[in-house]
């Protein structure tokens, strides 16, 4: 199959190749990648590629669908078990596309969302002003205290109370605690209020139970599947039964066309890999790995935001090392280590600088990767990061990643 791009397009399969490579090699800390399995990404290459199925299983505007009417029934029915939900609909080609269907149902032009803002870790499509979230409704904004960086509920509560919003999202892209659904949904229910929690970082820990749900407190849950859920690019919604047609119609005809057939089926591959008893284990290596690496760059000296880490992701402030997260980014890259620069609460300087970096363990722990090696890792970055001048420390580490990295091999079979 490789070789058919191999033979017709050298240019394209020639890079296909060094970014597979690239993963392979690299230290991926970047907390919403991970490696998905080489079934779910054979489950993209085949011809369900090519079918139009508008609609929904049996009941569809196009014909032929008899195959893949059966393969969105079990995708659906597997992650509605997973996550313990009602109804699913597994058709959003994103986690953006997910949430711009949930608006699309539940909210008019005008209207008031109230979502965690970019700089405590919301996500862009809460409500950003350069997302048509933002453009779109009147944006309330919530962000974390000033004194620990956690959610403060109360102030959120005496916020909701003051906006009345027609929906609150909780749910964030760089928090590294537990959000409490319990708290938000007597929020909700004090104003009146949809809501929606976005975990497209936390699904797999909640899949894996180790996490708290918010499916028994939530309208609708949106997530993605392809961070810490570790399948295909894509995105999910979950409801109440009493949404399920309204988010469908958001959905498609809302938002979407046809949906993608063959990611459908991936998710479905996903969602039963997420159902085998080996994916808890594999979550709780993710946390119990984070951690580790996280108390490992603090007892340096780096700050993490918040003190801490619950979950699969940590923010490390860098700036209390005279550094910005823009420059961090950059000599870790050149070391061989990914990670994304990140603004933290309350942060002076701009996104495009940002005076922290995010680093996750999902990817490090899918290839095999336990606490010993995050010391390892963790020690790698902390020379790389006390030695911004250094290219000859940034080669000499890149090395030993290089070493490292071939410990814990991935995709060894594709394209060789
Ligand atoms: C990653 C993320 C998304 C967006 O997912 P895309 O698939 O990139 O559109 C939405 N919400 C949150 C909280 C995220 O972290």
């Not at 969302?113 to 809460?126: A, E, K, R, V, Y």
């Not at 409490?180 to 699904?203: N, Q, Y």
């Amino acid at each position: 199959m490789y070789r058919s791009i191999k033979n017709y397009d050298p240019d394209i399969y020639k890079f296909i190749r060094l970014e597979k490579e690239r993963q392979n090699r690299f230290l991926e800390l970047i907390a919403s990648e991970n490696f998905a399995s080489p079934r779910v990404l054979a489950a993209m290459a085949t011809p369900l590629n090519n079918k139009y199925a508008e609609g929904y299983p049996y009941k569809r505007y196009y014909g032929g669908c008899e195959y893949v009417d059966e393969i969105e029934s079990i995708c659906i029915d597997r992650v509605k078990k997973l996550f313990g939900a009602e109804h699913a609909n597994v058709q959003p080609h994103s986690g953006t596309s997910a949430n711009m269907a949930v608006y699309f149902a539940f909210l008019k032009p005008g209207d008031k969302l109230m979502g965690m803002d970019l700089t405590s870790g919301g996500h862009l499509s809460h409500g950003h002003p350069v997302s048509s979230s933002g453009r779109d409704f009147d944006v309330i904004r919530y962000g974390v205290s000033r004194e620990n960086e956690l959610l403060d509920y109360d102030e959120i509560f005496s916020i909701a109370e003051r906006e009345k919003p027609k929906i609150i999202i909780c749910g964030a892209s760089a928090y590294p605690r537990f959000i409490d659904f319990k708290k938000f949904r007597e929020i909700a229910d004090s104003v009146g209020a949809i809501l929606m929690a976005d975990v497209a970082h936390t699904a797999g820990l909640i899949a894996a139970g180790i996490h708290p749900s918010p499916v028994p407190y939530c309208d609708v849950v949106t997530f993605t599947t392809h961070k810490t859920m570790r399948g295909p690019r894509g995105g999910i919604i979950l409801c109440k039964e009493q949404y399920a047609k309204k988010i469908d119609k958001a959905v498609f005809p809302g938002v979407q066309g046809g949906p993608f057939m063959h990611v459908i089926a991936a998710k479905a591959i996903a969602f039963k890999e997420a159902l085998d008893p080996s994916f808890t284990e594999y979550q709780k290596q993710v946390v119990k790995n984070c951690k580790e690496l996280a108390n490992e760059l603090q007892k340096e000296g780096f700050r993490l935001v918040s003190g801490g880490t619950d979950i699969h992701l940590a923010q490390i402030d860098v700036k209390v090392k005279g550094l910005t997260g823009k420059l961090a980014e950059e000599i870790l890259e050149e070391a061989g280590i990914t990670v994304n620069k990140n603004t933290i609460p309350f942060d002076t300087e701009k996104p495009f600088i940002a005076s922290g970096i995010r680093i996750g363990t999902p990817a490090v722990t899918t290839r095999g990767m336990k606490e010993k090696e995050m010391r390892k890792i963790a020690q790698f970055m902390i020379e790389v990061l006390a030695n911004p001048d250094s290219e000859e420390i940034r080669y000499a580490i890149r090395k030993e990643v290089e070493d490292m990295c071939s410990a814990f091999p991935i995709y060894s079979d594709l394209l060789s």
